[in-house]
């Protein structure tokens, strides 16, 4: 083992604190189960004698445990119990089959285990069906790289127990996840099938921490089902479901990018079914790469990530672009809104007028069309009920009023949307949308996005726009416009650290006003608000109705704050009218930015 023999002069760690640390990583590096993993430490504590940056980086490593929480797990795959990797995968695979045989009494349990296309996803979907089968368990293993939604799917559709899925979804190339779902005999309320929320992760955490090294977990050599067809033909049929093609010829031309995902080919099978014709793919985005090469995150919502999308559909003249993330659960919409061109500078065609509608417009397009089109009554009994997550926009609440149905906020996550009962829509302002929660318990990118082109090809054979919904809207509830401040944290500092200063400070001394209006109420959502359980958020609310949430992301180093704009609309006013009131709500919102930049330091 590495000792160093004095006190290490650019750290300012004793003796004993570094040969401790190079302790703890001389016995990972003995029960790790992955010969490059291990390959990788030996040559990072050799560096670490020597290299402040390698010290740095090793200490990062074993500063504790990747923790396993409602998002199960998720981060950078590398060696170390501070990473994704085989024996962290392995150990949380343990603990998962420990806890489902307590929950069913020592019987054993079904697990549906899914992964993408990322870099080891099936390396370690194979380790987590390895240890389920040595524990008991009957796993069903997807055959292939799928989309997050057919995972979700087959959870319910196969009355499976659990379900696992590998995929760090929208994050950067170099991470990894690791989504736990129950249903079957563990879950049986309104959340059966959905992503696990507290105390279900709190269980299971503490079986994972119980488990030993990952070189003594039990393995099976084989034992485990691949899944035939037959799932995907079922979630493609439930798909087909939603669309409800009549056989009307299609006329709407349709550009689609899965951003170097899984979800092209689903999602070209899921429009050719509903009958779209004139589909054309960004071909350089089409088949799934880990690398993610053209885009700088592979997220829809990012700048940038859509860019090849909408100048393809600017060149072809298309009617709509669909942008779905890398595990095909979110679905991005993009149009072309005159309005917004701005033909100075170089011509793209974003400067020409394609836009990106925000996750909360097409929330509302989706939750209208849903209630327009008649909902199918719960098998639960419950009154069938719309929920949004509290970040995303109240126009969902005004919408279910217009149409006389329950509606739900829910805390943020789709945890928590999927588990509403009743539920017959769910959506969330980061670009997820269920719309079949009968089939999927989840956000799915593919049946939303089915849903979008349908109502837009409709519109069009009516010689209208998305935009024109829009302007229906806002006839029929009022103008709702929401945008986002980010603060991002990832320079290299503490950034957990970072985030609760920045939440501290925004307690202690939150802005007075927003968007011209004085602050009137805030609201700490730690404290639970209007029924929801507690989390790290706050609540400001303005004399005019504006509003602001401030809350850390699930899922990366940031501090988001939610800002949204209410203004009446007159139930006949002109499109001149709608379009004069959202320039000035955009105006206030723009206020509104600005002084929470303020707010926020940044």
């Known amino acids: 083992m590495t000792n160093l023999d004095t006190d290490d002069p650019t750290s300012g760690a004793s003796h004993a604190e570094l040969n401790a640390l190079f302790d703890r990583v001389g016995e990972w590096i003995s029960h790790d189960i992955d010969d490059d993993d291990r390959a990788e430490l030996v040559q990072l504590l050799e560096r670490a004698t020597s290299s402040r940056a390698a010290l740095a980086e090793l200490r990062d490593r074993f500063a504790g445990s990747l923790q396993f929480g409602t998002a199960g797990l998720r981060g950078a795959m590398a060696a170390g119990p501070n990473r994704m990797n085989r024996a962290v995968v392995t150990t949380a695979a343990a603990g998962l089959g420990s806890y489902l045989l307590e929950a069913l009494a020592g019987e054993a349990p079904r697990v549906v285990v899914g992964f993408d296309a990322r870099h080891r996803s099936r390396t370690f979907a194979l380790d987590t069906a390895a240890v389920l089968t040595a524990a008991g368990a009957q796993v069903l293993m997807l055959r292939s790289a799928l989309p997050t939604p057919v995972l979700a799917f087959a959870v319910r559709h196969l009355d499976a127990d659990a379900g696992v899925m590998v995929t760090a979804s929208h994050n950067p190339a170099a991470d990894n996840g690791y989504k736990v779902y129950l249903g079957g005999r563990v879950v049986t309320d309104a959340g059966q099938g959905a992503q696990i929320v507290p105390p279900y992760d709190a269980l299971i955490a503490e079986r994972i921490a119980a488990v030993g090294p990952a070189s003594e977990v039990a393995r099976a050599e084989s034992g485990w089902e691949i899944l035939g067809p037959d799932v995907v033909e079922a979630y493609l049929a439930s798909v087909r479901t939603v669309g409800r093609y009549d056989g009307t010829p299609r006329t709407l031309r349709v550009v689609t990018t899965s951003l170097h ?77 005159p309005s917004v061109g701005t033909y100075q500078g170089t011509e793209t065609a974003r400067s020409n007028g394609w836009r990106m509608l925000h996750g909360d417009e097409v929330g509302a397009l989706l939750g209208r069309e849903v209630l327009t089109r008649g909902v199918i009554p719960p098998a639960s009994g419950e009154p069938p009920t719309i929920a949004s997550s509290v970040v995303s926009s109240r126009v969902l609440s005004a919408i279910a009023r217009h149409h006389g149905v329950r509606h739900q906020t829910t805390l943020t996550g789709f945890k928590w949307i999927a588990r509403t009962p009743g539920l017959v829509y769910g959506y969330e302002e980061a670009l997820g949308y269920c719309v079949d929660p009968g089939n999927v318990r989840d956000k799915d990118g593919i049946s939303a996005a089915v849903l979008v082109a349908g109502l837009a090809d409709r519109l069009k054979a009516e010689g209208r726009t998305l935009l024109d919904a829009l302007d229906d809207i806002a006839r029929e509830n009022g103008l709702y416009l929401t945008d986002q401040v980010s603060v991002r944290f990832d320079d290299g500092s503490d950034w957990r650290e970072s985030i609760a200063d920045v939440m501290a400070s925004m307690r202690r001394n939150p802005p007075k006003s927003l968007g011209g209006a004085g602050v009137l109420r805030v609201l700490d959502l730690a404290a639970g608000v209007d029924g929801l359980p507690p989390t790290d958020g706050i609540v400001l609310l303005a004399a005019d109705d504006t509003r602001v949430i401030v ?21 006949d006013a002109t499109p001149v009218d709608v379009g004069e009131t959202r320039v000035a709500a955009r105006a206030k919102l723009d206020r509104a930015k600005a002084e929470m930049r303020e707010a926020l330091g940044r």
């Not at 690398?291 to 909408?310: I, K, L, Q, R, Y």
């Not at 779905?324 to 991005?332: H, K, M, S, V």
């Not at 899922?555 to 704050?561: A, D, G, L, N, S």
């Open 551 to 571: 809350r850390p992301s699930g899922t990366e180093p940031k501090v988001k704050c939610y800002l949204e704009v209410v203004e009446p609309v007159a139930p």
């Open 261 to 337: 995902g899984v979800g092209g080919g689903m999602l070209a099978q899921a429009l050719a079914d509903a009958g779209f014709t004139d589909v054309l793919p960004v071909e350089e985005q089409l088949d799934p790469d880990p690398d993610f090469p053209t885009v700088a995150f592979p997220n829809p919502e990012e700048t940038g990530a859509t860019d090849m999308a909408v100048a393809l559909a600017a060149e072809a003249r298309a009617d709509l672009v669909i942008a779905n993330d890398p595990d095909a659960d979110r679905c991005g919409v993009a149009v072309f809104d």
